[in-house]
């Protein structure tokens, strides 16, 4: 049975177990006795009940609040609210009902008619028969019900040991606390206004087990919030991976069309689509040596500080001495980092280079070729001027490792980890523009160098880019992907030791079979069904 409790399969505590008797309660809601800085011996912080300061014990001794009555634990009072909306309403006394003997259930009624109130409620709490449907959610909040309706009710709630949650006093004797303290003292006021007896369920309870429902569902949800979610403490500490230069982003669905089938643009089952930016960001290492030992060695290739700059209204070739300033930003690593991170920036993108008043260089872009120079002069008369620019951020840093782009793999996580297809090497396939153009790069002698120097994806001017993670549509299934914000984290491989064991998985079986000897990856997932269903109308 899966239940919201699960993966962990955490189990409602018993508090009624004998351990809980060698507790102690804490029923004072003063920090202090008095106007002394002692501990009140029976507070929140009481040294008798939670260990003195400094002590291990501290750290691990509970406490715990007596109600004088029984409300929810608040998984079944949450799964209750779940299951009928007016289940709560009666609880709260904002809604009335009326018992049917027959559904064994309750029937929504007016004010004149019917009742309401906690005690209500519970009064037909074991008699309740809980409707099924064909909703498989709510028959699994129905079985949570039944296998904990035993014990669903509470009378006491444990407080946290006081070494995790301690009082804090300032240098100006301003007192702080956590946060889930002002919950403790807010259930403790509450029990103390109700009188000790043995009648936990009259109907004179009512406010006061409201109240402390209300409290208690915020303190369950305050310690759920700690722990769960992508900054709870099990995701932050154990369920999660920081690696260096690991990026994260949000997925979008794959285009797999191709203009040739079986072309270097037409993507394989193990390929994944991601966009400049985050594959950079992924081998920013990488990135360094490519641009340092590509065009930006011929820009800066004088020691003496100076720059081989293009000038804006000349189109030529000019030595500039450029500002220390600048000499290290396009020469250091930390100064190419900052270049590379101001892709980020989209309107800067498809904006000329400039240093000072200068262009960084200018492009040649026709007939399907392009090529990087600094001086029109160098431009062949045979080629038009006119295919002449001064190239753009997006440009250089693309041609800066067009050709090495998809040489380096990626491992894609979704989390939190749930199946066997949460995790998984891909090859990569580099976008900048939705639509890229396909160029050859040009040599020296104006000739195309040769059949490796194609730029398949070769930034569209003035198109939008591409800046999601698109994970192959067969993957989606396993990833548990729908396109409503999901994100995936993906760590690139530029060793080349890894680079070839990414390579090697690709040719073993297990990559592509799981334990029952099916299919790890299928184009069959819930969208794709609901798509069909919906054009063929089966």
């Known amino acids: 049975m899966k239940t919201d409790l699960d993966p962990f399969n955490i189990k409602i505590l018993d508090l009624k177990n004998p351990r809980i008797g060698l507790l102690k309660p804490v029923t004072s809601l003063d920090i202090f006795d008095g106007a002394t800085t002692n501990l009140n011996d029976e507070g929140l912080f009481s040294i008798s009940i939670f ?43 904002t809604a009335y009902a009326i018992w049917d003997d027959v559904k064994k259930d309750f029937i929504p009624a007016t004010q004149l008619d019917g009742q309401t109130g906690y005690h209500f409620f519970v009064s037909k709490w074991k008699d309740i028969v809980f409707a099924r449907n064909s909703s498989a959610s709510r028959g699994n909040r129905i079985d949570l019900i039944e296998k904990y309706r035993h014990m669903a009710f509470v009378d006491r709630i444990l ?204 492009i040649y872009k026709g007939n399907n070729h392009f090529k990087l120079f600094s001086d029109i002069e160098d431009l062949p008369s045979d080629f038009n001027k006119e295919d002449v620019y001064p190239v753009t951020l997006a440009e250089f840093l693309y041609i800066a490792g067009y050709n090495e782009w998809n040489k380096y793999p990626s491992t894609i996580t979704r989390y939190p980890i749930a199946t066997i297809g949460s995790i998984f090497v891909t090859s990569s396939y580099v976008k900048t523009t939705l639509v890229g153009e396909d160029r050859w790069e040009l040599d020296d002698d104006w000739s195309v160098k040769g059949e490796q120097f194609r730029a398949l994806e070769f930034p569209t001017p003035g198109a939008a880019f591409v800046d999601s993670l698109i994970p192959n549509t067969s993957r989606l299934g396993l990833l548990g992907g729908d396109f409503d914000g999901d994100r995936c984290s993906k760590n690139t491989l530029y060793t080349t030791e890894a680079i070839e064991e990414a390579k090697t998985s690709f040719t073993k079986k297990e990559t592509y079979l799981n334990p029952d000897g099916g299919f790890k990856t299928s184009a069959n997932t819930s969208t794709v069904a609901l798509m069909l269903s919906n054009i063929t109308g089966d």
């Open 51 to 93: 260990g003195r300061v400094g002590d291990p014990a501290r750290d691990k001794q509970f406490g715990y609040i007596y109600l004088k009555t029984t409300i929810f634990h608040p998984v079944i009072h949450k799964t209750l609210s779940r299951i009928k909306a007016l289940y709560s309403g009666i609880m709260s006394g």
């Open 159 to 362: 407080v946290l040991p006081a070494g995790l949650r301690d009082i804090e006093i300032g240098n100006d004797g301003r007192v702080t606390t956590n946060e889930v303290n002002d919950l403790y003292l807010k259930a403790i006021g509450i029990s103390n206004t109700v009188a000790s007896s043995n009648y936990h369920d009259a109907v004179g309870l009512d406010n006061a087990r409201r109240n402390l429902q209300y409290v208690f569902n915020q303190i369950f949800d305050h310690f759920v919030g700690v722990i769960k979610g992508k900054r709870g403490l099990f995701q932050d500490k154990w369920g999660s991976r920081r690696i260096f230069n690991g990026t994260s982003n949000v997925i979008t669905a794959m285009n797999p069309s191709c203009a040739e089938l079986g072309s270097k643009q037409s993507l394989t089952v193990n390929d994944h689509i991601t966009g400049l930016y985050q594959h950079m960001k992924g081998i920013e290492p990488i990135v360094y040596n490519m641009l340092k030992n590509g065009y930006l060695s011929k820009v800066f290739g004088d020691v003496s500080g100076h720059a081989y700059l293009v000038n804006p209204e000349t189109l030529k070739g000019e030595y500039i001495k450029v500002p220390v300033a600048v000499y290290d930003r396009w020469n250091s690593s930390e100064g190419l980092s900052k270049v590379i991170t101001s892709y980020h920036e989209i309107e800067a993108r498809h904006r000329p280079i400039k240093i000072g008043d200068h262009y960084l260089a200018l």
